[in-house]
């Protein structure tokens, strides 16, 4: 019988996964304890949490947990399950003082005071350990006191190695560092505090220009320390001042994947990069570390010699413009400063600059290079003054933890981290405007709506921050759902500054979110035609739009504020997202295209409709090489990672996919999405073996979720493991009967050659779930063999919804050519092939139904056309013997079928027709 057109499920996404046996917690926790031995940190993590999973009060597993975190360089999630250990445990002596350790080093310091208020029934000896942190806390948070108290009780400890520590900072507050080192020298290495007595000395060797020393204790603590971000900085730059840049670069490449858009190690990167000759590269690093508010006099000095080199004078320029009041400190950087104002025509600033000297053009290189040198010598000052490393006896200043914050705000899992820095910044500076804002949008944030308002406030007591301060507070009441006061502080906005933008457009938001639809576009209206480009009003206007399914007005308004300023970034890219939105994909893609700014600059919106246009454009290579590119450029970036995996994915580079989702899997392994995503892959990529395998790390309440059954039950049967495959399909669809599922299971059912069972299972589905398209098309194609009339009628009521699917007009043509009616073939085929010319099963179906209606001039193109594509198909071979021989070439057909014969299992059917034919 004919083979027909098959319908694969293969392309149908979903989830799944199921368990094959679960082990106990103990040996869950023992398989960590093996993988932790081998620094198997994303396995360790997986076992650990299954075990969790099943004794989530077990201290030892919270405590292995916590130093997993820590050898990662998650400390706020250390932190959090030291803190879940300590509950569970009847004694935590064991590990109380390594959890204050990592909470001072985290810079916790109200914590360490709490945990310490009561510290009588640890014995002695410890005791002083921890009353050492306490003291430490107290200093850091300006409790200097305290801190005096507390140093000078423990000077008198029985630990030698206590005892020191305390006369050390008791002859640190004396300024007496000849004493410093004496006592901090000799706390032995056994010691629990030598690696704070060793960092203590490597900020006095800086403080002394001792580079070569402090370099040497870095080292030290660095190595037991690795997840010690400001040290490494700190030995980063002694490498830079030193000399020793091949040492910065080993140590600041591991720096920038851990934290790539951090200011310090960027600048110091840029240091390295420029001493390389790699100017290119050296200027992303130092554009990096002045968008993240590194933006001292030395920094743009930097940035304006790798300019020079790069040719790029007018960005040069621009960098020492925003120095220039203090370049008299830098006399040959004063003079590079007026060649380039004269280069670029400012003849009166540079003749009053360099007192009418003659200049030559290609003086700048050197001038460039002389000044490198300068530059390199001051950056461990400019580092020292942004954090504060060297000033060991005091608190870091208001502005210190302002920066400090700003900079853990941009860093992952330090959240927590930089919200304390920014309230402890508020409390020595309340008149802080950064750091407010800082940690006003860290409040919001994380929902932490009564501190925001509180912060707003604070602003609307002061009457020059009045005004926003209100703004604030009604946008955190709008998010907050505190729509009253919302309304209170936006009205008394207005009622003084009638056009404030941000009020009226707070007000507009505020209508919607009353259910006052009307009213809201009437606002946004009225705001858009006083302000015509204001972004804001424009998004914000297009969304409650299309909510309302009516998009006209605020697709004119968007189309005359880009016409008016074409070049404005984000209007272009919020027009490139309307054009999406409505399946525009070549404007979209000519839209984003268009735009000037550099790829360093472009917003995770930009990269990510670009890459979707590609792929939705069938580009899957360039939709690649976009991902990349993203990806490169922000590693960390789930978003970027996601696009990346998407598109190697799309590519069929399915395990280069699956690297980037175990990486996404490594901090998150329990995301369900992420999970789905691998499964999917594996499951694409037939990785069957290790699917089932994976599934088998998961989690019990994950294994048994539908969609996670569904891809196991899937890998088992494609390893003909047909029995189990049924069972685990049929637990995911009695937990979810979902259409895939049913699809899955009937085409099973049709490879047992049981096709009566899966059509009895899709007649029921229908019934319960109801009916559509997949479910008609497997109906006849598992009534292909077994009912004829029942497979002509799925198809034909399927083609009464869908007249062009080719699947359903070629095998109804050939089930019509079967039943004699050769007419009604014709006319189906005829139209499958008009659709998909070059599909072989069409062209060999037309064929067919043209040689048994007398055209077999025709009918043998299209055999012809059919082996082109598939040459191996017997059935066709046989059907173009036959068309040959209608043709007058007996010849050639006895040959081809001779051949047929001796290398086909269809020998028999062969040889009949070799007899029909009269060969």
């Known amino acids: 019988m004919k083979r027909f057109t098959r319908l694969s499920t293969a392309v149908i996404i979903g989830l799944s996964l199921t368990a094959c046996g679960q082990k106990s917690s103990e040996e869950h926790f023992q398989a960590a304890q093996k993988f932790l031995a081998n620094d198997q940190l994303n396995s360790a993590l997986v076992e650990l949490k299954s075990a969790l999973q099943q004794d989530p009060k077990r201290a030892d597993y919270r405590l292995a947990l916590a130093e997993l975190y820590v050898k990662a360089g998650a400390i706020d999630d250390a ?153 490494q900085l700190l030995l980063a730059q002694s490498y830079v001042k030193s000399g020793q840049l091949k040492q910065a670069d080993e140590m600041l490449q591991p720096l920038l994947k851990k934290v790539p858009q951090q200011p310090l190690v960027n600048y110091f990167s840029a240091i390295v990069a420029y001493d390389k000759k790699d100017y290119p590269k050296a200027r992303d690093y130092i554009d990096k570390a002045i968008s993240n508010g590194f933006s001292t006099p030395p920094a743009r000095i930097l940035a304006a010699l790798i300019a020079v080199n790069l040719q790029l004078e007018n960005v ?228 409650l739009s299309k909510r309302q399914s009516d998009v006209a007005d605020a697709t004119l308004r968007i189309n005359k504020a880009h016409s008016a300023e074409p070049q404005n970034y984000n209007l272009t890219l919020t027009l490139a997202t309307l054009k999406h939105g409505t399946a525009d994909y070549k404007a979209t893609l000519d839209l984003l295209n268009s735009i000037k700014v550099g790829q360093k600059d472009w917003l995770p919106a930009h990269w990510a409709y670009l890459i979707d246009t590609l792929l939705r454009l069938n580009n899957p290579a360039q939709a690649l090489q976009s991902a990349q590119a993203w990806y490169t450029r922000q590693p960390n970036s789930n978003m970027a990672a996601q696009a990346y995996m998407q598109t190697l994915y799309a590519n069929k580079d399915y395990e280069a996919a699956l690297k980037i989702a175990d990486k996404l899997l490594l901090t998150q392994p329990e995301h369900l999405k992420f999970i789905g995503i691998k499964l999917q892959m594996l499951d ?134 079967e039943k004699g009616e050769t007419q009604s073939a014709l006319k189906y085929a005829k139209k499958a092939y008009e659709l998909r010319p070059s599909h072989p099963d069409v062209l060999d179906t037309y064929g067919k139904i043209l040689l048994d209606t007398d055209d077999a001039q025709q009918a043998k193109t299209m055999f012809e056309a059919s082996l082109k594509a598939r040459p191996n198909s017997p059935e066709v071979q046989m059907h173009y013997a036959e068309a040959l021989v209608k043709t007058g070439n007996k010849e050639k057909a006895k040959n081809l079928l001779e051949q047929l014969a001796d290398s086909t299992e269809q020998a028999a059917k062969v040889s009949a027709l070799i007899k029909k034919l009269g060969l």
């Open 79 to 231: 932190i959090k399950e030291y803190q879940r250990a300590s509950e569970y445990s009847d004694n935590n002596q064991k590990f109380i003082q390594d959890y204050i350790n990592i909470l001072y080093l985290n810079t916790n310091y109200s914590s360490i005071l709490e945990l310490t208020d009561n510290i009588q029934a640890y014995p002695k000896p410890l005791q002083d350990y921890l009353l050492i942190y306490k003291a430490l806390a107290e200093a850091e948070l300006g409790s200097t006191e305290n801190a005096t108290i507390l140093f000078k009780q423990l000077a008198l400890s029985e630990q030698e190695d206590v005892a020191n520590f305390a006369n050390g900072f008791e002859a640190l507050a004396k300024n007496e560092l000849d004493d410093v080192k004496r006592h901090l020298t000799a706390i032995p290495a056994a010691s629990p505090l030598y690696l704070q007595s060793i960092y203590i000395r490597s900020k006095l060797a800086l403080t002394e220009n001792d580079t070569i020393g402090a370099i040497a204790l870095l080292e030290e603590y660095s190595s037991a320390q690795p997840y010690h971000l400001l040290p």
């Open 684 to 817: 694409e990529g037939n990785f069957n073996q290790q699917l089932i395998n994976y599934n088998n790390t998961l989690p019990d309440p994950i294994q048994q979720r539908p969609e996670v059954l569904y891809f196991l039950g899937k890998a088992l049967a494609k390893l003909q493991n047909y029995d189990d495959a049924e069972r685990i399909l049929l637990q995911s669809y009695t937990k979810q009967p979902h259409i895939k599922t049913a699809l899955f299971l009937a085409e099973l059912y049709g490879r047992q050659n049981n096709a009566n069972k899966g059509i009895s299972f899709i007649e029921q589905h229908i019934k319960l779930q109801g009916d559509a398209p997949p479910l008609q098309a497997m109906l006849a194609q598992l009534s292909l063999t077994t009912n004829a009339e029942l497979a002509i009628t799925t198809y034909e009521t399927m083609l009464k919804e869908q007249p062009d699917n080719v699947l359903a007009l070629n095998n109804l043509a050939w089930l019509m050519l």
């Open 316 to 543: 040069a320029l621009n960098h020492l413009e925003t120095i220039k009041n203090t370049l008299s400190s830098y006399p040959s950087i004063e003079n590079l400063y007026a060649k380039l104002m004269l280069n670029a025509g400012n003849t009166d600033v540079a003749q009053q600059l360099l007192s009418e000297k003659e200049l030559q053009q290609s003086d700048i290189q050197l001038l460039a290079a002389t000044a490198f040198e300068l530059t390199k010598q001051g950056s461990v000052e400019a580092a020292q003054n942004l954090l504060a490393q060297y000033r060991t006896n005091e608190p870091l200043s208001a502005n210190e933890l302002t920066t400090l914050g700003a900079i853990q705000l941009r860093m992952s899992g330090q959240r927590d981290t930089a919200v304390r820095s920014l309230e402890q910044a508020l409390q020595l500076d309340p008149e802080s405007d950064q750091a407010r804002v800082l940690l006003l949008s860290a409040y919001v944030k994380q929902q932490e709506y009564t501190k925001a308002m509180a912060l707003a406030d604070e602003w609307i007591a002061d009457e020059e921050h009045r005004t926003a301060g209100r703004n604030m507070k009604a946008y955190i009441a709008i998010i907050s759902g505190q729509l009253k006061v919302a309304a209170e502080q936006i009205d008394q906005v207005l009622a003084t500054s009638p056009k404030n933008s941000l009020a009226r457009l707070l007000q507009a938001s505020l209508a919607a979110e009353e259910g006052n639809t009307k009213l809201s576009q009437q606002r946004f209206q009225a705001l858009l035609d006083d302000e015509p480009q204001n972004i804001q009003a424009l998004e914000q206007y297009l969304a």
